[in-house]
């Protein structure tokens, strides 16, 4: 089981609160990301970073932001969370010896399940 | 456009019975290919990882095929049981980047009867 947590894991809110979703890693791995995965579909990346004070937006354009001051923290705020912010969200980091099996394995935590009434 | 297609969506199987999932993908240039399986509520877990080199893998009852010529990946599971009953995901990676990016299929979803 990979050491890889997220909190909390089931999140019910009004419209327009402030959230922030934890992600914490123990693994010492450098990249960390950011899924949204709705029911019956595919998961898709809406942040990502290679490091610390490193972000990047993914593919799928979310209005949440993150930060990364700690290697092993990646936290995701929403500032004002609205009825189309309901999903899923997992968090993953990838590590290991560059060139090597693990090198870019992506290992998951198990998720937040955001509803915003 | 770098697409993972998996099939069937879903598939009903009774316990102590074989199945096989199918995934095709169009991701270019290939680097390596992995199954999750992902149950309801929680993160994907990794159950194989093959790169272009090999043709099968296994991890227990998990067997995954892997045609790189025709960019085609099998998952064969043997005598399934209950706990099975989850997600599985086909996951492509590309080596056109340094950060290792992921292709994603929906998913079949597996369900096993007693």
């Known amino acids: 089981e990979a050491d890889i947590y997220q909190t909390p894991r089931y999140l019910v809110i009004g419209t327009g609160k402030k959230i922030t979703l934890e992600c914490s890693q123990t693994?010492?791995?450098?990249?960390m990301y950011w899924y949204q995965q709705d029911p019956g579909m595919e998961l898709h990346l809406i942040h990502y970073?290679?490091?610390?004070?490193?972000?990047e937006k993914g593919d799928l354009s979310s209005e949440s932001t993150v930060s990364r001051i700690r290697t092993e923290h990646f936290p995701l705020t929403l500032e004002s969370a609205r009825p189309s912010h309901t999903s899923q969200y997992l968090c993953?980091?990838?590590?290991?010896?560059?060139?090597?099996?693990?090198?870019?394995?992506?290992?998951f935590g198990p998720g937040t399940r955001l509803t915003v009434l | 456009k770098n697409q993972v297609e998996q099939s069937p969506q879903s598939l009903i199987i009774l316990e102590g019975k074989n199945c096989t999932l199918q995934c095709n993908y169009t991701v270019s240039p290939f680097s390596n290919l992995r199954w999750y399986k992902q149950d309801t509520g929680r993160g994907p877990v990794s159950l194989t990882i093959m790169t272009f080199s090999e043709n099968t893998k296994s991890n227990g009852r998990y067997t995954a095929t892997l045609d790189a010529d025709t960019k085609q990946s099998s998952l064969h599971i043997t005598a399934s049981q209950l706990s099975d009953s989850a997600s599985y995901i086909c996951?492509?990676?590309?080596?056109?980047?340094?950060?290792?990016?992921?292709?994603f299929g929906r998913g079949t979803q597996l369900t096993v009867w007693p």
């Open positions: 693994m010492g791995h450098d990249k």
């Open positions: 996951v492509v990676s590309d080596r056109g980047s340094t950060l290792g990016r992921l292709y």
């Open positions: 970073s290679y490091g610390v004070n490193s972000t």
């Open positions: 993953a980091s990838s590590g290991g010896l560059a060139g090597g099996p693990a090198y870019n394995e992506q290992f």
